[in-house]
């Protein structure tokens, strides 16, 4: 056996010393990377930013001329005041026991199946009045996070209470539609469960109806910015006028206002004493197509408009419409048929008050071509409340239900200030 030379040697042991000082330094480096309490967060753990706000697409369907809110990758009605989400379920949906705190809050029969009480619920299509039982679910509900001026990332929000329902159920509804979001007043709505379940500190959330297919409108939850554009982006929050959100006793979950008037041509239009209180508050309402007044104020109302259209050519009357005109002997505006201004006088309120002016392009339809109709419909004097404002007079205008301050935001017409409701970036940065 050879024996190394001595210079070999000593070359040999410095190597192996080095060697393990270098195995010592990397176990030293390895030890404090993963149990040191002050750096182990920032390597293992990459945080979230902050939730500012969600954002959803709103569609309009040209069939119907109700609006979807997209869900999910799945569209919704969307529903003003609609209880809670519901839609068709699968067999194999999950249940909530009859014990549960989320049965409580439920408006419905328990159901015995298999020796099991679960809960149920009470789901209501609000365009055709119709109500079913089904069972109170859960599911995940998926959107985005937004800065207000673009998408930032999908957020999923688990474990959401809806409620199951027969596909009979979704007669009338857009055909696109897979169920009802019911954006009501209410612990089931899904504004009040997206505040519970998601670091969202303002209670309010804003929509904006499209008043075409070709673009969607938006929906946002929370606070703003509320960017649209064109010409150059602006907060449509910035443009707003506030009266008083209002509960409608025999609506629980309906948002309603107050008002102290109608004017036509900035006439005030003459109403019974009292009408516009009787009944309950004046409601919004997505599942109306167009406005529906009870009897006592559309008749009187009608009557206003068109004595400030007696020169108009008149068109036979398209259902469910009274008071059609030739569309080709109305001239037209940035904001629609030049036509008399509607104005839904707010009550004074100490938030300010002020008046909802409807021109052209919200208050008469496109019936067929050359003819266009007064878009408030007569709901008889059995009609719920006084007036029940439609989607077609919300159409780009940009709308805050503020929960907190309990008040209604309003733009009027966005079409003053050459955008519109479709004109939301969506996509995402």
């Given amino acids: 056996m050879q024996i190394p030379h001595s210079a070999t040697r000593d070359n040999m042991i410095k190597m192996a010393l080095m060697n393990l000082q270098t195995y010592f330094h990397l176990l030293f480096l390895c030890t404090t990377l993963f149990s040191s309490p002050s750096v182990h967060p920032r390597i293992v ?7 500012q706000a969600l954002v959803a697409p709103i569609t ?15 569209q919704y009605m ?10 068709p379920c699968s067999p194999a949906h999950p249940t909530v026991p009859c014990s549960s705190g989320e049965c409580a809050a439920t408006p419905g029969a328990p159901n015995f199946r298999d020796g ?5 619920a009470r789901p209501t299509n609000h365009v055709t009045g119709e109500r079913a039982i089904g069972d109170l679910t859960l599911t995940d509900v998926a959107t985005n996070a937004t800065d207000g001026k673009t998408p930032t990332a999908e957020v999923t929000v688990h474990g959401f209470l809806s409620s199951c329902a027969p596909d009979s159920l979704l007669r009338s509804l857009p055909s696109s539609a897979t169920g009802d979001a019911g954006l009501g007043r ?3 709505g899904l504004p009040a469960q997206l505040y519970a379940k998601l670091p969202l500190t303002k209670r309010q959330f804003a929509i904006c109806l499209p008043s075409t297919p070709a673009a969607p409108g938006v ?9 649209l554009m064109p010409p150059t982006q602006f907060d449509a929050g910035a443009t707003l006028s506030y009266t008083d959100l209002v509960r409608d006793p025999r609506n629980p979950s309906a948002y309603g206002i107050r008002l102290r008037g109608i004017a036509v041509n900035q006439e005030a239009v003459p109403l019974p004493a009292g009408a516009l209180a009787r009944g309950g508050a004046v409601t919004l309402d997505t599942a109306l197509p167009y406005t529906v007044m009870r009897r006592d104020v559309h008749r009187p109302f009608v009557d206003a408009f ?4 007696a020169m108009v050519p008149r068109a036979p009357a398209v259902a469910p419409f009274e008071l059609c005109f030739d569309s080709g002997a109305l001239g037209f505006t940035r904001v629609g048929y030049a036509v008399a201004p509607v104005d839904l006088m707010m009550a004074v309120a100490a938030r300010g008050g002020g008046n909802w002016t409807v021109f052209g392009a919200n208050s008469m339809a496109q019936v067929a071509p050359g003819v266009a109709c007064l878009a408030f419909v007569d709901g008889g004097w059995a009609a719920p409340s006084a007036v029940a404002i439609g989607g077609f007079q919300m159409e780009n205008n940009f709308l ?9 935001g309003f733009s009027g017409t966005l079409l003053f200030i050459r955008t519109t409701c479709g004109n939301f970036n969506f996509e995402r940065n």
């Fill in 219 to 227: 929906a946002f939850f929370r606070s703003g910015p509320y960017g």
């Fill in 60 to 74: 309009k369907d040209a069939a119907t001329s109700l609006h979807t809110l997209s869900l999910s990758h799945k």
């Fill in 45 to 51: 753990q990459a945080s979230s930013p902050p939730i």
């Fill in 186 to 188: 209410g612990s089931l």
């Fill in 78 to 87: 969307l529903d003003l005041s609609g209880e809670l989400l519901w839609a």
């Fill in 116 to 120: 099991q009480c679960t809960c149920t």
């Fill in 400 to 408: 805050l239900f503020d929960e907190d301050a309990s008040r209604l």
């Fill in 306 to 309: 068109r004595r400030n259209t």
